[in-house]
């Protein structure tokens, strides 16, 4: 087992956010995170990357509690792309992906040839090669995605947190970047909205409701009408990919707003 959630929960101001949640992701495997909005996806990774500390419970990496790491440490093994990244700077593209290396370096210090070329392969992956001399700024939000999403693959790391990696993508990058995940070898835990892009990219789905955990299991054990109709309040139709065999769901609205 490479991660686990051992009986996290997050309590901010008399409120909790997580409540025990208990979760394992296997070693290569994709663990895709659902849920409607608010049910504590986001919380529950950013315990992962450590930008929050759980009220109870731990993260495990191996077994070892990530809080017992330093944060360069913990670092080395995970990487993150969180949601909505701001920067008011404007680096070159080459060199947001380079800051991938740093937690590498005791005190910094100039790129290896080594770290060059794992930049240029995580750039190349990720289909940004030709925007290396651009400053972040002037980029389309796909294209600023895509460059994070390089930082933390140039980081080496063994577990990858992504959370709504594919918000800003067009539907290639979206499908490109997650099957990259699905094969790249590496752990990884992906808040997903998109059940569809879910279903086609994760090896199990985990869905999480008001900050519990209800369900988790491969995508066609798991996205049954009912439990979709329960959790997103949507009235699903589930049909067979005709040529990836994996359950996609056609929606229509429940309730008297329903035509
Ligand atoms: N610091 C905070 N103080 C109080 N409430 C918070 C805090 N941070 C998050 N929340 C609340 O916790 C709940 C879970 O938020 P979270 O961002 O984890 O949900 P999510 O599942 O990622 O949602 P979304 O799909 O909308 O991104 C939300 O209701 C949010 O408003």
Redesign the pocket.
């Known amino acids: 087992m490479a991660l686990a959630l051992d009986g996290v929960s ?1 309590e ?2 008399g ?1 909790t ?2 409540r025990e949640l208990s979760l394992t992701v296997e070693s290569g495997e994709v663990l895709g ?1 659902v ?12 315990c992962v990357y450590r930008a929050l500390r759980p009220t109870t419970g731990a993260v495990l990496l191996d077994g070892t509690d990530l809080t017992a790491l330093s944060l360069r440490d913990s670092a080395r093994s995970v990487a993150a792309v969180a ?1 909505d990244n701001h920067t008011e700077l404007d680096f070159t593209v080459a060199e947001v992906v380079a800051l991938g290396r740093f937690p590498h370096h005791q005190g910094g210090g100039a790129l290896s040839e080594h770290d060059r070329l794992l930049c240029q392969e995580a750039m190349r992956r990720t289909d940004i090669t030709h925007l290396a001399d651009r400053g972040v700024l002037s980029l389309s939000g796909g294209e600023r995605q895509r460059v994070l999403i390089a930082r933390a693959l140039a980081q080496q790391p063994r577990v990858l947190v992504l ?2 990696p594919t918000n800003h993508l067009d539907v290639r990058h979206q499908l490109e970047l997650l099957s990259f995940v699905r094969h790249c070898g590496l752990t990884a835990l992906v ?1 997903l ?1 998109d059940l569809n892009l879910a279903a086609a990219t994760c090896d199990r789905l985990a869905v ?1 409701c008001g ?1 519990t955990l209800v369900a988790i299991g491969p995508p066609a054990d798991v996205l049954t009408p009912e439990l979709v109709q329960r959790v997103f309040g949507v009235r699903p139709t589930v049909v067979t990919h005709p040529h990836t065999g994996v359950p996609q769901l056609l929606y229509t609205l429940t309730g008297e707003n329903n035509p």
């Open positions: 997050v901010v101001t409120a956010l997580v995170l849920g409607p909005n608010g049910s504590g996806k986001s919380t529950a990774l950013r949601q959370d709504e808040a909205h999480l900050g």
